[in-house]
DNA sequence: CTGAAAGCGCTTACAG
DNA sequence: CTGAAAGCGCTTACAG
């Protein structure tokens, strides 16, 4: 067990102050070139790393951001979309010398707790929200505490938070567009979860869409985003009468066990059925058709929003961008094996 | 935005000194039980709770542990046991009031240098190693530093960290006597990475299983895990002169691209080809057919290997244990549609 | 049982 | 340009 140099021991070891090593390390005025360079030159020769904990209590800052998941451990498990976001997130932080840290919670009551008991403590410097809802009670939470935040979709614009968001709608027409130019007029979607604000807004994308096409039936059902939930229902839409051509689901697991529901079936994918997925993880690819799918780059997502969030720790204007709501890339249909032509 | 009091604003409020504060705060000594309940509920009043880094810096512990995690995004993403594993270790620190902090690193080099920096930091109490390599060098780094570390896997037994480990080798048993009871002869697997050592226990234990039974042919082909490298071994070993009639993979992912490759080849399954899987996610019963896997409680594991931890941070006794090389409970079979009686 | 003080390892005004 | 000192918010021996 090695001893953690300080800088007592490099100031003793260059024969300055405190003070003077401090400054030297900061790359602030105070010392001079020859001082500085003998300074830097024995820090790094002991190993010299700052401690944590000393710092943040004398610059009051974590270097820290908070991410608090909801969603119980078996959904977030299978769901690839969290693990990539937090890969994204996680490479600008740590590119920004931020740490990342994670807490899983039961309940809404719980994640707030989370949020106040982080900035009570000081123990992050800001937090990236997901799973925005409709009224999202959140946001007043934090805007109130005062506590730097990003809420990663949107868009709410209400003006409390920074948000980093991306058009829905225009994907659902796409979609709708390109399985009514195969001939599509029944047409199902397997949603999310209801209370979350990008449902409404894909909810409201698809009708829209499905009205102006003037699709013969357009029916929307929301679902957990559980592969038990999307089997379940799918086998229902596929065993009513005048069952639809095509299903569009809201994340790639319910899509893949709806493939799974029409093998059951025995109705084969795309002669007799379509299916889109939305959310192209490499679970999209795995299957047989592979499935056709809305394709964002969730990874670079995470990143736009860690480097949103730490804009706005370090009070600097968030690059290339007039407003704290930031429109993301939209997600763009990638057809593969899963659509094909309606059957007449 | 509110202020945070301290101590020293308690000791105000209640007409006593920041160390009479501390002392009741604390459930310590030295201070008589009229004082301690005024202070406390003055604090409770004041919605108190302390400094994060003040407090680490007094007591030389951050109350945090730390997960680095390797493999790129893209596959972190898919692969559902991180997120389950990490759900676990976070119930257990979260319940212990510590916190985790995660980094993604691209190499083991740069692995090393996070494990480095956090000690030298002081940011963590304590590391969780995943992916527990033949010849480790991380074990030893890991030792010199003196940073308690527990190995997610194993056994090393080497003595040097904690770890906590399942018994693979009779899994890899039952599988074979499994397929060789519906008549398999010729089976094939799909291994994980060859420098992993639960891959090379595994290679190990179906290599002696398979002579015991005295099969006709057993296969192994190492993988990285992905569906497109268990798509591209299925489809080389189904498409070979006496292909296997059985095919075992080291993961769900590719289990499950497996399964696709299959259908794709117009193999029915479990008629022409049985399919098992090891790591029971979700991802298993999504499926058509559902795949039979080995099952193990991942979360649970998760859990485990924090709690071995934090016993280490807090120097106690591992609870129930005897030795710092723990076996948790091994996988088990859990038979599903994907396997039925070989074709004659 | 209680208070005043020193210390954890940094940063940062403030004098020389 | 440099040094001595105070301060961040806790904890903890050490006197009374």
Redesign the pocket.
Known sequence: MTR?????DIARAA?????????A??G?????????ERILAIAADMG????R???S????SAQTVGIALRRPARTLGIEPFFMELISGMEATLSAGSFGLTLQIVDSPEEELDVYRRWWAE?RVDGVLLCDIHVDDNRLDVIAGLGLPAVAVGGPVEDGKLAEVWHDDIEPCREVLEYLYALGHRRVARVAGLPHLLHTTIRDAGFESAARELGLDSFTGIHADYTGEQGARITRRLLTAPARPTAIVYDNDVMAVAGLGVAHELGLEVPERLSIVAWDDSPLCRLTHPTLTSLTRDITAYGSKCAEVLLSLIRDEPVAGEGSRSIQFTQAVLSPRGSTGTAPE
């Open positions: 953690r140099p300080t800088i007592a024969g300055v102050s405190k003070g003077a090593v401090s400054y390390l900061n602030r005025p105070g010392v001079s070139a020859a001082t500085r010299f790393v700052p401690n904990a000393a710092r209590l004398s610059v009051s000081r």
